[in-house]
C-alpha cells in the first residue's frame, strides 16, 4: 500500500458521475418534504423567491468552485485552498468543520433509514412478518452501514456508479412529477376538484394573501430551508480529485448540474403553486411525514395508487445517496487534512485502489457512534437531546463551508493575478467577479446569523444555534495559536497544484 502522494487517488469518475453526485446531493428531503412546510409559511410565490435568491448565491458558489477545481483539481478543495490564500489556520478550521457536518449527516441518514423502511412496508405489505431482527430499527440502520462502507471501500467508480443510479431514481420521479403536474394545470389530466380547477388555473396564486401570506419576513424565515435544501452542490470540488479530465468534466458538471437543479425545485415549486393552496391542511404539517409531502398529494390527485408507497421508497433511496456522498465527502476530507499535516498520518493510508480506507473506517465508526447517540437519554420521541443538536447543527457547518468558499475565490484571483498571471490562463473563469463571491458570503452571512430568529434570545438559545460557529473560532484560534500562522498576503498565495503546505 502507498501512502505518500495524492496520486494514490485515482480519477476514476466520469462526467456523469459528477454531475450526478452533485444533483444526488443536493436534491433529497428537502425538496421532497420540507418544500411543502415553505410554501405554507411564505406561499408559492413567496417560495420562489427565497428559493430563486439562494439558487443564484449557490450559482455563483458553484462557479467560484469551479474555477479553483478546473485551476487546482485536489481532493481537499476549499479546506486546501483556504490554507494556500486566505489562512493556514482558517483551512484547518473548514476541514474538520466539513468533516462534522458530513460524518453526523451519515449518522442522521443511518437513523432515518428505518423509519422509511418501515413505512413502505406498512404501505406495500402492512401484513407481512418479519423475524425477530428485521423488527428492530437498529438491524436495518446496521445494514445501512453496512452497504455504504462497502459502496465505498472499493473503487472510486462503484461509489460514483452508486450514485449516479441512486440520484438518477429521483431525477425520474421529479421529471414525472413535473410531467404529470403541467398536464393537470392545463386540465389536460384530471386532478382533485376540490383542490384545483381548471376553469381557475391562477387561483391558488391570487386568492386572498397569495403569492405571499408570509411578506417579506415570511421569505426571509424560508432562506435557511432553501439553503440546507441546496447543500451537497460542493462535493463537486470533493470530488475533482478523483474525476478524469478534470480541466473539461469540472466545467461541464457546472454548466449543467445548476440549472437542472434549478429547474427541479424551482418547476415543483410551480407545479405545486397552482395545483395546492398554501394554505392546505398538509402542507400546514411541514411535510414532517412521507403522506403529508406535496409531491405524494399531487401523484394521489392525478390518481397514482400507492403514492406514498412510491414516494416512500424513493425517499429511501434519497437518504442512501446522501448518506452515500457524506460518507465519501468526510472520508476525502479526512485523507486530504492528514496529507497536509492537520489529522493522523494514518489517515493517509489507502488501498491499491485508491480508497483511504483508514480514514472510511474511522468515519464509519464515529458516524455509527453518533447514531447510537440517538438512544442516550432519548425522550418520548425516540432520539436524545445531543443528537438531536448536532443533527440540526450539521446544516450550519454547510454555510460556513460555503462562506469559506466565497472566501477562497476571492483570494485565489488576487493572489493570482498578483503572481503575474493573465485570466487567460484559466480553463474555466467564474462571471462577474467579484460580485460573485461577495454576494454569496453577504448572504451566507445574513443567513447564519438570521438562525436566532423565531427564539427566545438567551444564553441557551444562543449556544445552540451558534455552537457551530463557536467550535470553528475555538479551532481557528487554537491552530493560529499552535501553528504561529497569519493571514496570507495575495503574493503569499500558493499556487502549485499539489497538497498545501502550512505557512507560518
Not at 410554501?39 to 458558489?61: E, R, T
Not at 485552498?81 to 442522521?108: D, E, M, Q
Not at 466545467?251 to 425545485?265: E, N
Not at 393552496?277 to 412521507?290: A, I, Q, R, S, T
Request: proline share 4%.
Amino acid at each position: 500500500m502507498s501512502t505518500q502522494t495524492e496520486g494514490d487517488l485515482q480519477r476514476g469518475l466520469k462526467v456523469r458521475h459528477v454531475n450526478m453526485i452533485a444533483i444526488g446531493g443536493a436534491i433529497g428531503t428537502g425538496l421532497f418534504l420540507a418544500v411543502g412546510g415553505s410554501l405554507s409559511q411564505a406561499g408559492p410565490g413567496g417560495a420562489l423567491v427565497a428559493y430563486g435568491v439562494i439558487g443564484i448565491m449557490v450559482y455563483f458558489l458553484m462557479t467560484s468552485l469551479g474555477e479553483m477545481s478546473t485551476y487546482m483539481p485536489i481532493t481537499g478543495s476549499f479546506e486546501t485552498y483556504a490554507t494556500k490564500f486566505v489562512h493556514p489556520s482558517i483551512g484547518f478550521a473548514l476541514g474538520w468543520n466539513y468533516w462534522y457536518n458530513w460524518t453526523v449527516t451519515v449518522a442522521a441518514e443511518i437513523a432515518a433509514t428505518p423509519i422509511m423502511v418501515f413505512s413502505l412496508k406498512s404501505a406495500v405489505a402492512p401484513d407481512a412478518v418479519w423475524s425477530a431482527p428485521m423488527n428492530s430499527p437498529v438491524f436495518w440502520s446496521l445494514l445501512g452501514v453496512v452497504l455504504l462502507f462497502l459502496l465505498n471501500y472499493f473503487a472510486v467508480a462503484i461509489y460514483g456508479e452508486a450514485e449516479f443510479w441512486f440520484a438518477g431514481i429521483k431525477v425520474v420521479v421529479i421529471v414525472v412529477f413535473l410531467i404529470l403536474g403541467v398536464l393537470m394545470i392545463f386540465g389536460i389530466m384530471k386532478s382533485d376538484p376540490t383542490q384545483y380547477s381548471s376553469l381557475m388555473p391562477f387561483a391558488n396564486w391570487t386568492k386572498g394573501a397569495a403569492p405571499f401570506p408570509g411578506g417579506f419576513m415570511g421569505i426571509i424565515g424560508i432562506f435557511m430551508i432553501a439553503g440546507f435544501s441546496f447543500q451537497g452542490t460542493e462535493l463537486i470540488g470533493i470530488a475533482s480529485g478523483e474525476v478524469k479530465d478534470p480541466q473539461s468534466a469540472i466545467p461541464k458538471a457546472i454548466r449543467t448540474v445548476f440549472f437542472r437543479i434549478m429547474l427541479f425545485y424551482v418547476g415543483a415549486i410551480i407545479v405545486i403553486g397552482f395545483l395546492l393552496p398554501y394554505n392546505n391542511e398538509h402542507l400546514l404539517n411541514g411535510g414532517d411525514d412521507v403522506s403529508s409531502s406535496p409531491f405524494t398529494l399531487v401523484f394521489q390527485n392525478a390518481g397514482i395508487a400507492l403514492a406514498a408507497a412510491v414516494l416512500t421508497a424513493v425517499i429511501l433511496t434519497s437518504i442512501l445517496s446522501c448518506g452515500n456522498s457524506g460518507m465519501f465527502a468526510s472520508t476525502r476530507m479526512l485523507y486530504s487534512m492528514a496529507m497536509e499535516g492537520k489529522a493522523p498520518k494514518v489517515f493517509k493510508t489507502v488501498t491499491k485502489r485508491g480508497v483511504p480506507y483508514i480514514a472510511l473506517i474511522a468515519t464509519t465508526l464515529i458516524a455509527a457512534g453518533l447514531f447510537f447517540l440517538s438512544f442516550v437519554g432519548a425522550s418520548k420521541d425516540g432520539e436524545g437531546a445531543l443528537y438531536l443538536l448536532l443533527v440540526n447543527n450539521s446544516g450550519t457547518a454547510g454555510f460556513i463551508a460555503w462562506l469559506g468558499i466565497a472566501v477562497c475565490h476571492y483570494k485565489f484571483r488576487k493572489a493570482f493575478l498578483a503572481q503575474g498571471h493573465s485570466l487567460d490562463e484559466l480553463k474555466y473563469k467564474a462571471k462577474l467577479f467579484p460580485f460573485g463571491p461577495i454576494f454569496a458570503f453577504v448572504l451566507c452571512a445574513i443567513v447564519l446569523a438570521g438562525q436566532i430568529w423565531g427564539f427566545d434570545i438567551n444564553i441557551a438559545n444562543i449556544l445552540s444555534v451558534y455552537s457551530v460557529p463557536l467550535l470553528f473560532l475555538v479551532l481557528f484560534l487554537c491552530h493560529k495559536i499552535a501553528k504561529k500562522t497569519h493571514w496570507l498576503k495575495p503574493e503569499e498565495g500558493d499556487l502549485s497544484q499539489g497538497f498545501a503546505t502550512e505557512k507560518e
